[in-house]
């Protein structure tokens, strides 16, 4: 024997509750993934909840609020086009205390841009002169087709507006926010409201879609 004190190793008295912290951490990680995956089974789209970020809607979807979107194909309403129930389709058909559907759309198809919620009004056809069709305090200053952008229809597709009279009076076409909305660039429809939760996801821009425009 050299003199020196020899000790057995001793096992870390801290790994139980290291493992412990680990495990309930996956599981946490576990029940979030099973409930989005969920959510994305009922809905079609990914993901299925956004942010609003603007009052556009007001006071029918408000900004702050977390909405849950979604497939416009699945459970179409009887008097639906592509999917969506326009507000001059709608007969006794309503979504956030309006006729029509809320669509989420992507602004002229580009993936870029932050996505749109707003109404769909109506349903034109290529080349159609809406003008005739449309709400006359919703085109802004135009007197006829001509004078209204989008007008004739360059190809067919919805004509959406905010719900928010005084940010959002006139059609999104002939404010320049998008142009007709083709129905390949329409995300999902608006289905429920969760007021105030939005606030999270908007804190957290970049980890999340938001949507809506003024």
Same mark, same amino acid.
């Given at each position: 024997?050299? /003199?020196?004190?020899?000790?057995?190793?001793?096992?870390?008295?801290?790994?139980?509750e290291r493992i412990a912290y680990v495990l309930d951490i996956l599981s946490s990680v576990g029940s979030v993934l099973l409930v989005g995956a969920l959510l994305f089974a009922i809905s079609g789209v990914w993901p299925p909840l956004v942010?609003? $970020?603007?009052?556009?809607?007001?006071?029918?979807?408000?900004?702050?609020?977390?909405v849950f979107v979604m497939s416009?194909? +699945?459970?179409?309403? $009887?008097?639906?086009t592509n999917g969506v129930v326009t507000a001059q389709q709608a007969d006794r058909y309503t979504r956030f205390s309006g006729s029509g559907d809320v669509i989420v759309y992507e602004p002229n198809g580009n993936e870029r841009r932050t996505p749109v919620i707003h109404r769909a009004q109506l349903w034109v056809e290529a080349d159609e002169n809406w003008y005739d069709r449309a709400d006359e305090d919703a085109v802004g200053t135009a007197d006829n087709c001509r004078e209204l952008r989008n007008c004739p229809a360059p190809h067919a597709g919805f004509i959406t507006k905010g719900d928010n009279e005084r940010t959002n009076g006139a059609y999104d076409q002939a404010s320049g926010i998008s142009g007709v909305v083709r129905p390949e660039w329409v995300v999902g429809t608006a $289905?429920?409201?969760?007021?105030?939760? /939005? $606030?999270?996801?908007? +804190?957290?821009?970049q980890a999340g879609r938001t949507v809506a425009l003024t």
């Open positions: 024997m050299d /003199g020196t004190d020899s000790h057995p190793v001793s096992a870390d008295t801290d790994d139980p942010a609003v $970020e603007s009052s556009s809607m007001d006071p029918n979807i408000q900004q702050s609020d977390m416009e194909q +699945r459970f179409a309403g $009887e008097q639906a $289905e429920i409201r969760i007021p105030l939760l /939005g $606030e999270i996801r908007l +804190r957290w821009n």
